[in-house]
């Protein structure tokens, strides 16, 4: 995919980027990304951290022949924040198409992964949510889960109630649904159909014995082994478990790691989300059943995403050239 429309490559900042995207366009990109995973002709490269004193550094690229590209998404961490800058590469010429900023194409990137889980193994009339976790990446989730099922109640617990109420108004006004503000975690999973976990826990915020036969699981908060946000029986009863990569959950995914410690077999029945959606593995058997989708977030999201930013930047002259870089 060499860069036709000039010889430099294009610098997004976070404006750029949220103006550029939507959301229907990012699931699909995210969906195709899964399939070409699933079918094997998509590369993923997990996610490596850097621990230095009280910072980190997080570094994690992949590519999508298919697409004609390539990329890379570096992003640190510290108290003083989360910083996130990708880069894009043609995988015809080697060239770099663009450097953006990232955290609202991962938020949508990371929303549109638990839509594609959700259109794959919820039932097809589930049409109420219970979330979990009302930080910065809930809303992409309740965004991205409604534009693929049907969804007119929204149940949602924070431990912080403000919080929890801002989130609820907002979405209100965005999505125009029912957004009711509960007291517990598990108050905002009783009687739903999706279960939306986003949150930086480090212990189960939800429990086994409160899912109901039918329901769907997407788990997107933890991405590092000692955090975790199911307990081991949400896994046991589980009859589904797929997850994004299984390289990088193996790493990562704090949910398995901690199951598979306890004696649960988690890891001989998960299976990579694009198995299911290219048929090679399995989704849901019955209405009965519980299905889970444990979302690292993996580079090849990020790639295509950013693929498809770069093209709407340069269709509508958004961005500015990133100086030192010619064909």
């Not at 990579?272 to 959606?277: D, F, H, M």
Request: aromatic residues 4%.
């Amino acid at each position: 995919m060499p860069n036709e429309l000039g010889s430099m490559a294009l610098f997004l900042r976070e404006d750029d980027v949220t103006r550029l995207l939507r959301m229907d366009d990012v699931i699909a990109a995210v969906d195709g990304a899964f399939r070409e995973h699933g079918a094997g002709r998509a590369v993923n490269r997990p996610r490596q951290r850097t621990i230095a004193d009280g910072a980190a550094l997080h570094v994690m690229s992949g590519g999508v022949p298919s697409a004609g590209v390539m990329g890379l998404k570096a992003y640190s961490s510290a108290r003083t924040g989360t910083r996130f800058l990708s880069m894009l590469y043609s995988t015809q010429t080697g060239e770099l198409l663009a450097v953006m900023e990232a955290n609202a194409l991962g938020q949508m990137r990371t929303g549109a992964a638990s839509a594609v889980a959700t259109r794959a193994l919820a039932r097809p009339e589930a049409g109420s949510v219970g979330v979990i976790g009302t930080g910065r990446q809930a809303r992409s989730q309740l965004l991205a889960v409604s534009r693929v099922r049907p969804i007119a109640l929204a149940k949602c617990y924070s431990r912080t109630k403000p919080r929890a109420e801002a989130f609820a108004g907002a979405m209100i006004e965005e999505l125009g649904m029912e957004v009711a503000v509960v007291g517990s975690a598990q108050e905002a999973v009783e009687d739903v159909d999706v279960i939306i976990t986003i949150t930086s826990a480090r212990e189960p915020v939800l429990l086994g014995s409160w899912l109901r036969p039918g329901v769907h699981i997407n788990a997107a908060g933890a991405n590092a082994a000692g955090r975790r946000e199911l307990d081991a029986e949400a896994v046991v009863r589980s009859a589904v478990i797929a997850v994004d990569d299984l390289d990088q959950a193996r790493t990562e995914c704090g949910d398995l790691i901690h199951a598979d410690a306890a004696g649960v077999a988690a890891w001989d029945r998960a299976v990579e989300l694009g198995t299911i959606l290219t048929g090679r593995a399995p989704g849901r058997g019955t209405a009965d059943e519980i299905t889970l989708f444990e979302s690292q977030g993996i580079a090849i999201e990020d790639v295509v995403t950013m693929k498809l930013a770069y093209e709407r930047a340069r269709a509508a002259g958004v961005g500015v050239p990133f100086p030192g870089t010619t064909a």
